[in-house]
């Protein structure tokens, strides 16, 4: 049950994942309270949980010291890691974006960034970049020439700061 909930969140988690992090359940879990100080709007504040296993399930105890309205939250977080971005896929007949070639390289793309392609010189018998241009915006595509493996660098450079790249393999089908 926890792998179904988690993979909606984020992906692909399978049951050992889920055993691997329930072992430590403060990976995956936070918890926090809403505290009122005075007359100032109540405050989020950060819980330390304990876990204990129960018949059924675990048991989730907030150590609250006192008990006048704290309104606990418990949140699931998916770990990083856990994220998994799939495989964009490139034929002869489908093209990838570019911006789904940088999300499976795992480097951050906003709105304001720039994200650019190169193929690499052995793989340009296998793929090609294909670039547009619509209302002063272009966009870059890979297109697949032939069954093989294509090796890309995916550029993205935002509006601020320094440029991030990453190389990527992707098989042409």
């Known amino acids: 049950m926890m792998a179904a909930s988690m993979s909606q969140a984020g992906g692909a988690v399978s049951a050992a994942d889920v055993a691997t992090m329930m072992a430590n359940p403060s990976s995956v879990l936070t918890g926090t309270i809403f505290e009122k100080t005075s007359a100032a709007a109540a405050v989020e504040v950060s819980q330390i949980l304990t876990f204990a296993s129960a018949s059924g399930g675990v ?59 190169k193929v690499s010189a052995a793989s340009k018998k296998y793929c090609t970049v294909i670039s547009t241009k619509v209302k002063g915006v272009t966009t870059m595509k890979l297109k697949g020439l032939k069954k093989g493996t294509c090796k890309v660098t995916v550029i993205v450079t935002p509006k601020k700061g320094a440029a991030k790249r990453a190389t990527v393999s992707l098989n042409i089908t």
Do not use: G, M, R
């Open 59 to 117: 048991v989730v105890d907030f150590n609250l010291k006192h008990f006048s309205a704290p309104n606990p939250s418990l949140k699931l977080k998916v770990p990083a890691v856990l994220i998994v971005v799939p495989k964009p896929t490139v034929t002869t007949k489908k093209t990838a974006a570019a911006k789904s070639i940088a999300d499976y390289a795992k480097l951050t793309v906003t709105k304001t960034s720039t994200v650019s392609l």
